[in-house]
């Protein structure tokens, strides 16, 4: 078993982590504030590559394997400090790209991929409903079959990037049959007539990504909007949200390394009673927590690049790195903050913004309960109904 990076991997690692310092997050306190989407970094990180990382050559990606997309991601995630800004690129990249690169027709891939990876095109995945979230057979969104087409209806609610996309991977209803051959996957382009933000939805973090209610009214596509085949959409998902379940948490991993550097920073620095307060093993003690959770985090998540490298399922591994890499980072951001004192909880440090953003990373992609009952039912605890 080999754990080191290669030369080139090593390189790619430097190169993002010296761009996204130098290039990208210098406003992230004023996009939190006013919750705003940084277009601009958006397209500085088309421009270096980062949209394109796991897209086929063919379509402008520069088609990298696995592994060395996950070193590029979590290098990323460390060296941006917008986490607003990171979790837009991975809704994009891990909720919409990815569904066109692995089920995409050619034509499909031709036409969507390349404004997608040069940035002038922001993707979303609408599934969650105002009554269906964790579960999602539940959904209502219709697509009728009428003639050649399908005419799409109902409403999405806590969509990221839904305010500034320019495409949508909804999952819709076109059956009545069993649940799960009665869903099928659509890309919906925003400007098509009826599409609509109902409304803008704002939040405790990861404000620098916005949220959206969107509403589909009649929308009418053609087949070639389908991904995949109808009714397959239940499907599709469940094998593409390994993507969202392991790559989207390289986000949490990056974030995790940048807490713990502050933390070490301030422990070396911040004296009381004669000595600096990493001194006392109350402290460092939580600082060596923080980096036993980022270790440990961190080979979960190559552990799935390398089975993904491997074309190998990772459902069960996905589960385990989501819970443990969300539930650690917001430990580590509780333990930042108290060693920080009230320059923790006050706003001129990052350290209360990052434990806001932390927090979300338990509900989206999945809770953390959903999680613990899919690792449940792998190891073999009886499925629930
Ligand atoms: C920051 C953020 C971004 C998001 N982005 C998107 C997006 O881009 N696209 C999209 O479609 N959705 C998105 N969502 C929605 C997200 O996927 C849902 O919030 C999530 O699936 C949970 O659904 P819910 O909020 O309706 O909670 P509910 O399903 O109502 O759950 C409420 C509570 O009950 C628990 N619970 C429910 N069922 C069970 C069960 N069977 N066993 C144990 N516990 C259970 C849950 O774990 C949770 O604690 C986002 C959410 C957030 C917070």
């Not at 990180?45 to 394109?52: M, P, R, S, T, Y």
């Amino acid at each position: 078993m080999d754990f080191s990076l290669t030369p080139e991997q090593q390189s790619l690692r430097d190169k993002v982590i010296a761009f996204a310092r130098a290039e990208i997050g210098a406003d992230a306190a004023e996009h939190d504030r006013a919750a705003t989407f940084d277009r601009e970094g958006w397209a500085r990180c088309a421009e270096f590559g980062v949209l394109g990382w796991t897209v086929p050559r063919a379509y402008g990606g520069s088609e990298l394997d696995p592994v060395t997309a996950m070193v590029a991601h979590e290098a990323f995630a460390y060296a941006c400090r917008d986490n607003g800004l990171t979790f837009a690129i991975n809704n994009h990249l891990w909720a919409c790209v990815m569904y066109i690169v692995e089920h995409g027709t050619p034509e499909q891939c031709a036409r969507y991929l390349p404004p997608l990876v040069d940035g002038s095109m922001v993707g979303a995945h609408a599934l969650t409903e105002p009554q269906a979230g964790s579960d999602i057979l539940a959904m209502t969104t219709r697509a009728e079959r009428v003639g050649d087409t399908y005419v799409l209806t109902g409403t999405k609610c806590f969509i990221s990037n839904g305010p500034v996309a320019d495409l949508f991977t909804v999952i819709a209803r076109t059956g009545d049959g069993p649940a799960q051959g009665a869903l099928t996957l659509f890309i919906v382009p925003a400007d098509l007539p009826g599409v609509q933000v109902v409304r803008d939805i704002p939040k405790a973090g990861l404000r620098g990504t916005l949220m959206g209610e969107i509403r589909f009214d009649d929308v009418v596509l053609s087949a070639d909007h389908i991904l995949g085949a109808e009714g397959r959409g239940y499907q599709i998902f469940t094998s593409t949200i390994e993507w969202e379940r392991s790559f989207m948490f390289s986000a949490a991993i990056g974030a995790m390394r940048r807490v713990l550097d502050m933390s070490v920073r301030h422990a070396a620095t911040r004296r009381q009673f004669g000595k600096p307060i990493g001194a006392f093993q109350a402290v460092s003690h939580k600082i060596a927590d923080m980096r036993v959770r980022l270790e440990a985090a961190r080979l979960m998540l190559y552990h799935v690049a390398w089975l993904k490298s491997q074309g190998r399922m990772a459902l069960l591994e996905c589960a385990i790195l989501k819970v443990f890499a969300t539930e650690g980072l917001i430990q580590t951001c509780l333990d930042a903050q108290q060693l920080h004192g009230a320059r923790g909880y006050v706003s001129d440090l990052p350290i209360e913004r990052e434990l806001r953003d932390a927090l979300a990373g338990t509900i989206y992609g999945g809770t953390s309960e959903i999680q613990r009952n899919v690792i449940a039912s792998l190891v073999g605890v009886p499925a629930m109904s």
